[in-house]
């Protein structure tokens, strides 16, 4: 049986919130980190990923290893037998942050999210709505107290980017970092001794 500290499979999954790109580049990044990844698309984020990007849905579902039907309950990856190191949501909109947080598997990736949690391994979720009411907070925290990582994609300026793909990259990055995955995307603070 392969180790757990051996799984070479990150599950992601990109929803209809705006910001398709974060998903997009987790999956880049990962790909030449040499991981293998299982995608899942939710159907606003078909229409996201167009709107937003340069991209057709077909080019980005060419980024990964394997590509899963929303409603797909018999994938693999909606049981816990099925070994992974994780799942990144890159954006997760307010709906599939509703859904994990109330247990409410009507899909492929409220459903893998959930054994993700039961089972003890990494769920990051990059929250992508503002400004945040109430309700949101609460089902924020309800995921936090499950064990989810909770990751708006809030970009940090100490790198001194010089555009928007370097906040993304930086986002991603340490949203990798975080999720335990080393990598050189991100820029690392440093403070300089004057004399």
Request: some cysteine; proline content about 5%; overall charge positive.
């Amino acid at each position: 049986m392969q180790e757990k500290s051996d799984i070479n499979r990150v599950i992601v999954a990109i929803t209809g919130a705006s910001g398709a790109i974060y998903g997009i580049r987790t999956l880049e990044l990962l790909r030449t980190l040499g991981y293998d990844t299982h995608l899942i698309l939710s159907t606003t984020a078909k229409l996201t990923i167009v709107k937003e990007t340069s991209k057709q849905v077909a080019d980005v579902e060419s980024m990964a290893t394997l590509v899963y039907d929303l409603l797909d309950f018999t994938a693999p990856i909606a049981s816990g037998s099925y070994l992974s190191k994780g799942m990144i949501i890159a954006p997760c909109s307010i709906k599939t942050l509703s859904a994990i947080a109330n247990s409410y598997s009507s899909d492929l990736i409220s459903r893998t999210a959930d054994v993700c949690l039961k089972e003890g391994r990494p769920l990051l979720l990059m929250v992508r709505e503002t400004p945040l009411h109430s309700g949101h907070l609460s089902l924020m925290r309800k995921c936090a107290e499950m064990g989810a990582i909770l990751f708006p994609p809030v970009p940090a300026f100490y790198g001194r980017p010089k555009s928007i793909d370097d906040l993304v990259n930086a986002t991603v990055g340490r949203a990798l970092l975080r999720f335990g995955i080393q990598n050189d995307w991100y820029p690392r603070w440093e403070v300089k001794n004057e004399s």
